[in-house]
């Protein structure tokens, strides 16, 4: 478990062939925020049904 405080969590789907683009963009953000203190973390592939909730919460 992580120490660090989240500040911001998102999802992106993104189609096959723009992955590439994608981490090349995220990997120059990446570089600009690192003096800052800041850090990204980049995660999955994730199945669709991770960002879906069963049921109905109340």
């Keep these: 478990m992580?120490?660090?405080e989240m500040v911001?969590?998102?999802n992106y789907l993104i189609s096959a062939e723009k992955?590439?683009?994608f981490l090349?963009?995220?990997d120059q953000i990446q570089d600009s925020l690192k003096e800052s203190g800041w850090m990204?973390?980049?995660t999955?592939?994730?199945p669709?049904?991770?960002f879906a909730k069963q049921?109905?919460?109340e």
Excluded: D, K
């Design 2 to 4: 992580r120490q660090e």
């Design 19 to 21: 992955v590439p683009s």
């Design 55 to 57: 049921g109905r919460e």
């Design 48 to 50: 669709p049904y991770h």
């Design 40 to 42: 990204l973390e980049l």
């Design 44 to 46: 999955g592939p994730w």
């Design 8 to 10: 911001y969590n998102c």
């Design 24 to 26: 090349s963009v995220f």
